[in-house]
């Protein structure tokens, strides 16, 4: 079963400075991953959706995949104190239609 | 813009009692999601359909039952609540791109249980 794990659990940043969130997989046959954002009290809503190693870039969200070390990354450029949120990963592959979530990294932005 | 409305939004129940929780998306999609959230665990898969009058389980299926009357339509129930059932319960669609899928959330609903 795929395991998909998050780190760090919580990040502070200030805003401007880059934030970058990690995320891990198990299953190597995975093709499809997706980076989501949580606001407080709130549904999900998608950032940036990747399917092959390299970058991909979404505004000021940038999510890079290594399918090979089964990593995969966000970036967020110049963040602000409205992108304070709970960053979701989720990985699939091929025809599954069934997305394994990571556990999210809470982040906080200062002004 | 794809609207997936939950309902209710909040609910205590009691510990044995039948609770209903609806789910309606106008997206005209053929996909249908129920995950629960917790501390600690993230969002988990109850039950899934991706077509009317035919659900599937997810991973953590135990004490969930699953109804997709209509295509817009997705109710999650729970027949006798339990103490560990309170948590936020998400319901989400997306449509069959071929490519994996972006799912599209409802803002939850908030369980109880006492």
């Known amino acids: 079963q795929q395991k998909v794990q998050q780190s760090p659990e919580s990040l502070t940043v200030s805003e401007g400075a880059m934030a970058s969130l990690n995320c891990t997989f198990s299953d190597g046959t995975s093709n499809n991953f997706r980076w989501y954002r949580q606001h407080s009290a709130k549904g999900l809503e998608v950032l940036v959706s990747i399917f092959s190693d390299g970058e991909k870039e979404e505004g000021r969200f940038t999510a890079h995949l290594n399918r090979a070390n089964l990593h995969v990354s966000l970036h967020i450029r110049e963040p602000q104190p409205s992108d304070s949120a709970v960053y979701l990963c989720a990985v699939s592959s091929g025809g599954n239609y069934k997305p394994t979530f990571g556990k999210g990294t809470s982040l906080v932005v200062h002004p | 813009e794809a609207a997936v409305t939950q309902s209710p939004r909040s609910k205590v129940a009691v510990t044995g009692g039948k609770v209903t929780l609806s789910c309606h998306q106008t997206?005209?999609?053929?996909?249908m999601y129920w995950y629960r959230q917790d501390t600690g665990h993230g969002l988990r898969l109850i039950h899934y359909s991706y077509v009317a009058d035919s659900t599937e389980k997810g991973d953590i299926p135990d004490g969930y039952k699953a109804s997709r009357p209509s295509q817009e339509n997705f109710s999650l129930i729970l027949e006798l609540a339990s103490l560990s059932q309170t948590a936020v319960y998400f319901c989400a669609s997306s449509e069959d791109r071929g490519r994996g899928n972006t799912l599209y959330f409802g803002e939850g609903s908030r369980l109880i249980v006492v």
């Open positions: 997206n005209n999609h053929d996909y």
